[in-house]
């Protein structure tokens, strides 16, 4: 298992403060310089194959930032041209081929570091943290303290280990740097309960045990609607969305589940046809973000995570079967078949666990009047 966490760097002084700056403003430039090395290599890529160009860079880093550099161009450069074979293949069926993609220009923020260039040390006293930066160039050797979160100090207390390589970030003004633990997991369960969960945009989560979680979570994301984007008040309310999704997604109960279901709505945004204050909506939700963090959850407690088609999985009734999109408005659901009455996203949940199961039989394109029993 792999976690990333961020240290924030707001214990170093103005001075150091500036040198990280100056770190990642040349690194745009060395990243770049590479970046076109490799672009224009004819052979295959590997970290080795410029070893005699690293000369080549006019730039104060140390030979050893500069090589964290170049692998980090490198990653850069082997993803597009990964994409690049996919878009040729395909091309191959296309009647109109899609343009192939050019080089590459780095402007992130962010930079590469490993143990060459950090080491991070336990605090003895009132930091938690001291992290030391070296071999930059010019001589240049920074230490700087930091204070973690409770968070941190549970993946610390509970035998994760930190390994030595790093990230340095700029988001927001800020400087953090974005460090990674590692942990065996444990073994998947072979026996135990099967849920299967509704995600939604009112209630975060709603579980085939009749369970809800992130009841207010509308109130939430109304309060981000009404911020100006960019602005503190806009982050401030981003935060706390973020925090109240794993709070509430922490009470899940996993000690006795084998499996967890959900419904697969990765493309949901972009190959739907929805109204315009639908999309408007879905620009707040977080699928990805609350399925990353059961997915946490799950593989921490050795329960499996699986997903299922979602088509009508919100207008099927459980009683009767019968499947019509009026048989729900908003958070009820009211088949116009049986009158059977629930929460709409509790119905879901059900409809996503017979899925899995294969005991659902699905009545597609059924219209008003012309009702069937089907169980």
Do not use: H
Request: glycine residues 6%; proline residues 3%; aromatic residues 10%.
């Amino acid at each position: 298992m792999i976690r990333k966490l961020s240290l924030n760097l707001d214990n170093s002084n103005t001075k150091k403060a500036q040198i990280l700056l100056d770190v990642l403003t040349e690194s745009k430039y060395v990243i770049n310089f590479y970046i076109q090395k490799y672009w224009n290599f004819n052979g295959k890529l590997n970290i080795n194959c410029l070893k005699t160009e690293y000369l080549n860079c006019e730039t104060w880093f140390s030979k050893r930032l500069q090589q964290n550099c170049a692998k980090q161009a490198l990653g850069i450069v082997k993803s597009i041209r990964s994409n690049e074979k996919r878009i040729i293949q395909k091309n191959l069926k296309r009647k109109k081929p899609k343009t192939l993609p050019s080089m590459p220009i780095f402007n992130g923020n962010n930079l590469m570091l490993s143990e060459t260039n950090i080491e991070i040390q336990f605090g003895e006293n009132s930091f938690d943290f001291w992290i030391k930066f070296y071999c930059l160039g010019r001589k240049l050797q920074i230490l700087i303290p930091t204070k973690s979160y409770d968070y941190l100090q549970k993946y610390i207390k509970s035998g994760w280990i930190l390994k030595k390589s790093a990230s340095l970030n700029l988001r927001n003004g800020k400087l953090f740097l974005d460090v990674i633990f590692e942990k065996e997991a444990p073994q998947i369960k072979v026996s135990g309960k099967i849920i299967g969960i509704d995600i939604g945009c009112n209630k975060l989560v709603a579980t085939s045990e009749k369970e809800f979680l992130g009841t207010e979570f509308k109130q939430i994301v109304s309060k981000l609607t009404r911020k100006l984007r960019g602005s503190k008040s806009y982050n401030k309310a981003l935060k706390e969305r973020n925090d109240y999704i794993n709070f509430e997604l922490k009470k899940l109960e996993l000690g006795n589940l084998q499996t967890i279901v959900l419904e697969d709505l990765k493309y949901v945004k972009y190959k739907s046809k929805l109204p315009k204050f639908m999309n408007n909506k879905l620009q707040y939700w977080v699928y990805p973000k609350i399925v990353n963090k059961i997915s946490q959850l799950a593989e921490e407690s050795g329960v499996q995570l699986t997903f299922v088609n979602p088509a009508f999985t919100s207008q099927k009734c459980i009683q009767c079967g019968v499947v019509d999109p009026k048989n729900r408005a908003n958070e009820l659901f009211s088949c116009i078949n049986c009158q059977f009455v629930e929460d709409a996203d509790f119905v879901g949940s059900i409809n996503i666990l017979q899925r899995f199961l294969g005991q659902e039989n699905m009545v597609p394109g059924i219209k008003s009047g012309d009702f069937c029993n089907v169980l």
